[in-house]
């Protein structure tokens, strides 16, 4: 954890400096929204309709962070630096997942308001809780699968095609989930809360690929 | 069987990149407190060697001691007791040369004065606030020699360790890599004579396999010539 902790600091601080993927990823969900705003041509959304182009938004928008996640790493030597000191190697999959996983909640602060006043007509109120929650059990997928896809992407030339390639696929359980919690959350009949069932499938995907992930992980790293 | 084990011990070491052999039954021992001197032509296998023995590469066939362990299965045992120091610097440019140094102050668990120590002895004071993609090559290295001796390793491994480094900077940074450093050190250079001054082994590389490995006053300049023919 101490350890996970320190490159984790390294990570924020260094994204603080750069600026390179938070502003990328904001940007991205914001314009999209721009796009569906006019490209569907209604003055606003709701239900499935709404959950469907939200989840898919920041879905998308969480892939560039994925793309960058270990790119710093890649070509400034931090992989060998972190590979030559006696520390726990499952502590830079902690510390990546967490990164991404901060990365896509600063991104749905900004998204979620950006898409309420461009796209959605319920109020997002009374959901706002229930979306909260349903978005982290999200963004844990997310984190957790795309750092894994995201270290075997970064040893390879044409790591911008492999991550969304390998990632897609296995986050489209999770993204069902997702959009099938939020839909009552964001219909005018809002519920206040989703279905306890997408929180389990969720919870528990999220599970599964923590595991799976700390097991694999190790021998990524390898040469 | 010498009483005290060599520092470092490898014997037929064979490392392969897919289909292309870089180092061939490769075989020397390298006593504690000794200092190996790697020679050899541009992609001879200098630094492949060094990355096999910092525990960054694995071997793919022959017996790898460092400091007693066996690598690469007890290569989390050496990891923290051998300083590497490679082409690139490992270091971040967008941090500080003290944010980098830090930074790798708390995965060695060294304490953080050590970071003020080193930036004192290697001249780096001024600029320790400085992002490192703003200094020089010559600073950089600086600053990588203090990254890969933080931790008081027992081993260095030095590939190229006096490249853009000006003669004044080399004066500094001997008590951390020089002989003064007392550390069992191998390292690599295109300079023979200086590698020779400084060595008291010389294992010399051609096409990846030892052409000979003898003591350093026993090398002759026609065995040097043929290793860069």
Redesign the interface.
Known sequence: MR?AL?VLR?DI??EL??FETLPAMILFAVSTFVVFHFALNRSSIGGQLAAGVLTATVLFAGLLGVNRLFV?DRE???F????????DRSALLLAKASALFIFLAVLEVVALPAFALLLLGPSLGPALGGLIVLLALADVAVAVIGTLVSAIAVHTRARDLIAPIIALPLLIPALIATAEGAGPLLSAHAHRFPEGRWLAILALYDLVFALLAHAVFDFLL?? | MSAVAPAIEVRGLTRRFGERTVLREVSVAVPRGATLAVLGRNGAGKSTLLRVL?????PHAGEVTVLGESLPSRG?AV??R?G?L?H????????TPR?NLR??A???RVPLTRVDELLEIAGMRLRADD?VRTLSQGMVQRLAVC?ATLHHPQVLLLDEPRANLDPGAGDLLEPLIGRRSETTRVLTSHDPAAALREADLVLGLYDGRAAFCSQADQVGASELEALYR
């Open positions: 350890t320190i390294k601080l260094l400096r750069t710093a400034q030597g931090g060998d630096a972190f590979m030559l000191a006696p520390v390898e040469d | 910092a525990t960054l590469l694995s989390f990891r923290g051998v590497y490679g690139d610097p490992l270091l971040y440019r967008d941090l944010e930074y790798h708390r995965l060695h992002p990254r």
